[in-house]
T-cell receptor, first 114, second 109 residues
Framework: DGGITQSPKYLFRKEGQNVTLSCEQNLNHDAMYWYRQDPGQGLRLIYYSQIVNDFQKGDIAEGYSVSREKKESFPLTVTSAQKNPTAFYLC?????????????FGPGTRLTVL | KNEVEQSPQNLTAQEGEFITINCSYSVGISALHWLQQHPGGGIVSLFMLSSGKKKHGRLIATINIQEKHSSLHITASHPRDSAVYICAGTGGGADGLTFGKGTHLIIQP
């Protein structure tokens, strides 16, 4: 079955620790995205990547880093510089073609920093 | 900067009612997505449209490009339709989405 997987579903970390969230897709999509969701707010774009070894900052990139070494994988690292990292993180992917760039979402990772 | 405004924020209705959720968006957005988020967080894409109207089962999405407005309709609503419905816009290509804050829909039996 084609789809997007994120792991783990729940993640707990101590303040000051870096943590990496996994996102893998087998849909052969070129573009991948990371979003953050906070209660009462819409999802916000952290980073996105349209091609391997290239990525762009979104609206709230500070305190986060990403890599895109393989087409299938787009891990997100939440660094200790992120001031309020507790949130729900969603990964998505899509084709790039303008007429076919519907985004498909992973199940999400709920990160809690203690 | 792209902006997306959704209304209402919360909506409670009785089973069987016709539901409408509205979305207005700014210049620069060329396509609208309607998404459904269930408790637990998983998001499912319902529609992506840049013109006209799309229908899938009891769900209908319309978009008016001149007025920069889109609506999601649910006919014969059912308690299993209870979820958060989110509209999101894109300027095209593989740029990320700009999201509305969502509409929390509850359908009571």
């Amino acid at each position: 079955d084609g789809g997007i997987t994120q792991s783990p579903k729940y993640l707990f970390r101590k303040e000051g620790q870096n943590v990496t969230l996994s996102c893998e897709q087998n849909l052969n999509h070129d573009a991948m995205y990371w979003y953050r969701q906070d209660p009462g707010q819409g999802l916000r774009l952290i980073y996105y990547s349209q091609i391997v070894n290239d990525f762009q900052k979104g609206d709230i990139a500070e305190g986060y880093s990403v890599s895109r070494e393989k087409k299938e994988s787009f891990p997100l690292t939440v660094t200790s510089a992120q001031k309020n990292p507790t949130a729900f993180y969603l990964c998505a992917s899509s084709y790039i073609a303008e007429e076919d760039n519907e985004q498909f979402f992973g199940p999400g990772t709920r990160l809690t920093v203690l | 900067k792209n902006e997306v405004e959704q209304s209402p924020q919360n909506l409670t209705a009785q089973e069987g009612e016709f539901i409408t959720i509205n979305c207005s968006y700014s210049v620069g957005i060329s396509a609208l997505h309607w998404l459904q988020q269930h408790p637990g967080g998983g998001i499912v894409s319902l529609f992506m449209l840049s013109s006209g109207k799309k229908k899938h089962g009891r769900l209908i999405a319309t978009i008016n490009i001149q007025e920069k407005h889109s609506s999601l309709h649910i006919t014969a609503s059912h308690p299993r339709d209870s979820a958060v419905y989110i509209c999101a816009g894109t300027g095209g290509g593989a740029d990320g989405l700009t999201f509305g804050k969502g509409t929390h829909l509850i359908i009571q039996p």
